[in-house]
């Protein structure tokens, strides 16, 4: 019953700023890697940004220097701040999270990967 609840989208002009959140929420014992994904209109998804626990950081070349991806770990939280958006950044953006789930009853822990359901971003004038 994990969750990733994604929030910031919208509908922006181009050299502007945005700034996107994914709460996980649920029965989390522990939180890997969380990152970025993004999809436009018939193009592959492609991964934008991704964190590790331990704070490593890697992002796609397209958007070094204008993205910044960052976590707080005490709310679960991954956060992608946007600046600079070009219209070629319209896209659907997905989080995705690598958690440890707390078990139940007689179950054990178990990890696997989670999405939000996705948030829209538009560039345009």
């Known amino acids: 019953q994990v969750q990733l609840v994604e929030s910031g989208g919208g509908l922006v002009q181009p050299g502007g700023s945005l700034r996107l959140s994914c709460a996980a929420s649920?029965?989390?014992?522990?939180?890997?890697?969380m990152g970025w994904y993004r999809q436009a209109p018939g193009k592959q998804r492609e991964l934008v940004a991704a964190?590790?626990?331990?704070?490593?950081?890697n992002y796609v070349d397209s958007v070094k220097g204008r993205y910044t991806i960052s976590r707080d770990n005490a709310k679960n939280t991954v956060y992608l701040q946007m600046i600079g958006l070009k219209p070629e950044d319209t896209a659907v953006y997905y989080c995705?999270?690598?958690?440890?789930?707390?078990?139940?009853?007689?179950?054990?822990?178990?990890?696997?990967?989670?999405w939000g359901q996705g948030t829209q971003v538009t560039v345009s004038s």
């Open positions: 995705n999270a690598e958690i440890r789930t707390l078990p139940h009853g007689g179950t054990s822990f178990y990890t696997g990967r989670y």
């Open positions: 964190i590790s626990s331990g704070g490593n950081i």
């Open positions: 649920g029965s989390i014992d522990s939180i890997n890697d």
